[in-house]
């Protein structure tokens, strides 16, 4: 584990949703250097499920070290979170650094998510996360090392993450966008960075999600808190960063990872955002136990189809085939998809591709999934009648040569 350097003795810290979870971990973390920590959060009364409270944090922080301030607030309250800064700044006589900890998660689909639970996440998750930096901002300002860390993940815009539930992902990645904007706006006064987790880590909310035996694919809150510290300790300089938990520690010479597992050696959950897909998170919590609760809808043939190819594309894929290709596909899975083979590490979906498609395939969508998994030919379903090509040939024929990549690659 990451040693503590005494760096943050007598800094502030203002940490939202610090009651418990990965917030409590930064806070006792903190502590140990002999900081100040303010435990903002809603729990003032022990809950019937979740062990906590703002009090009881408070108490461990100060066991460990640390100096605390137990501020009992709604982060979507303006007036409370002015309070709760006001009564920092006259207790601490400033505040150095800001953890936008605080969050809501409901994964469900559009339909199945009342406007209650849109309203909470994006309450605490986004407004929570711009109201807690713009009334700490001018304090921040005065400080000679001032970040503000928001618990939230790299700007993944692959539709996988977003297709079945659109509100957390919105949520969530307005606290992104904070990230984005505030440390352009303050760069060079103020360090705006994100960090994220690689796998699962046992949190109230990861029970919730996966059940009572989510626990053995899980890392503790103790890698968020090391690669919290990792970054707060370093100078303003780098900032509008997305950082990963075990890229910030590899990189700081912890290599030893498996000293963070729940059960080491067991095999864990990857988190949400990332490389994984969705339904790959899913299916690896069902062999090791639990429950799903979270499992996504299969997708339609055509959705996986596409979800293969996202995993195909790279930079030299690109460099070889230099085309943009738009499919318009009829049958029971109809609708536009695109594979862009022109720009960057290429990039596929649905609807209209980005830039003018140089090819344009016309077929039914069951043909058009098994010409991608290799059981049709696309010359073959051309010369039949079920594909119907407008533009480059030489351009069709390079993605049929991706086509048998991918099919002997089996994804």
């Known amino acids: 584990m990451l040693q503590n350097t005494g760096k943050l003795a007598g800094c502030t810290l203002f940490i939202t949703g610090a009651s418990r979870g990965i917030g409590k971990a930064i806070a006792l973390k903190a502590a140990r250097d002999g900081a100040n920590v303010v435990v903002a959060a809603k729990t003032a009364t022990p809950h019937a499920k979740l062990q906590g409270t703002v009090y009881s944090a408070a108490q461990e922080i100060e066991a460990v070290g640390g100096k605390a301030l137990a501020c009992v607030m709604d982060v979507r309250d303006e007036k409370q979170v002015g309070d709760a800064v006001a009564l920092a700044v006259s207790k601490f006589g400033g505040i150095d650094i800001l953890v936008n900890n605080a969050s809501a998660i409901n994964l469900t689909g559009t339909l199945d998510t009342p406007m209650k639970k849109v309203d909470l996440m994006l309450g605490i998750n986004l407004r929570g996360t711009y109201l807690a930096s713009k009334l700490c901002l ?37 606290m992104s966008m904070c990230v984005l904007g505030m440390a352009e706006e303050f760069r060079g006064r103020v360090a705006v960075n994100a960090l994220w987790p690689k796998t699962a880590i046992q949190t109230a909310a990861m029970e919730m999600l996966g059940g009572a035996d989510v626990g053995p694919q899980c890392r503790t809150p103790d890698i968020m808190a090391d690669a919290a510290y990792a970054i707060l300790t370093q100078d303003g300089c780098d900032t509008g960063r997305f950082l990963i938990d075990e890229d910030v520690l590899r990189k700081v010479g912890i290599s030893d990872l498996d000293v963070y597992a729940v059960k080491p050696g067991h095999p864990l959950l990857p988190d949400f955002f990332l490389d994984e897909e969705p339904e790959g998170v899913a299916k690896k919590l069902e062999q090791h136990g639990g429950t799903a609760a979270f499992k996504m809808a299969a997708g339609n043939p055509v959705e996986q189809t596409f979800a293969s190819i996202r995993k195909f594309l790279n930079e030299e894929t690109v460099k070889r085939t230099q085309g943009v290709y738009r499919f318009d596909l009829s049958g029971e899975n109809h609708g536009t998809w695109f594979v862009d083979l022109k720009q960057g590490a290429g990039l596929a979906g649905p609807g209209e591709p980005p830039i003018k498609a140089d090819v344009v395939m016309a077929m039914d969508s069951a043909d058009f999934a098994l010409m991608f998994s290799g059981q049709l030919k696309p010359t073959m379903a051309f010369m039949s009648g079920k594909l119907r090509i407008q533009g480059d040939m030489t351009l069709a024929i390079k993605l049929e040569k991706m086509m048998a990549a991918m099919s002997k690659a089996k994804l």
């Open 138 to 174: 001018p304090h921040l300002l005065k400080s000679q090392n001032p970040h503000i860390l928001n618990l939230s993940p790299p700007l993944n815009l692959n539709p996988v993450w977003f297709k079945n539930h659109t509100a957390y992902t919105m949520a969530k990645y307005g």
